[in-house]
């Protein structure tokens, strides 16, 4: 059976990213791997075994275009609520907090913030399938 290990993007500004996923996920380097022409790092915290994989291209200075294939990537927090609070606290600006129903029962609650390469991070509250 198949483990997925870990999701990867492409950054222009190695320190700003990592300063940003650090402050608003509480991901830390837990691996940094410099080759020639890239770099590779590897973020995740105590609650995960998936990680997050940043490369950064050596010398790339124009921003990297999202594409219409890519879509999010998804954390669960225990307070939705004081979470949005503490991201806008710091300037993140994410998105208003919105409830999901199907079928007339509540299926998520969630916002979306965006980190400095524009990559969609949704919040999802713990709850049901969102765990």
């Given at each position: 059976m198949a483990k997925i290990i870990h999701s990867m993007i492409r950054v222009l500004n190695e320190?700003?990213?990592l300063d940003f996923y650090q402050k608003a996920l509480g991901?830390?380097?837990a691996d940094r791997f410099a080759f020639d022409g890239f770099t590779l790092i590897y973020l995740r915290n105590a609650?995960?075994?998936?990680?997050i994989e940043l490369t950064v291209n050596?010398?790339?200075t124009a921003p990297y275009a999202q594409g219409e294939g890519y879509g999010h990537v998804a954390v669960a927090v225990d307070d939705l609520d004081a979470e949005h609070q503490r991201l806008s606290s710091a300037g993140f600006s994410p998105t208003p907090i919105k409830e999901f129903f199907r079928d007339g029962v509540l299926m998520a609650r969630f916002f979306f913030v965006v980190d400095p390469d524009q990559?969609?991070?949704e919040v999802l509250q713990r709850h049901g399938r969102y765990r």
């Open positions: 320190q700003k990213t991901l830390e380097v609650e995960n075994d998936m990680e050596h010398g790339r990559y969609k991070i």
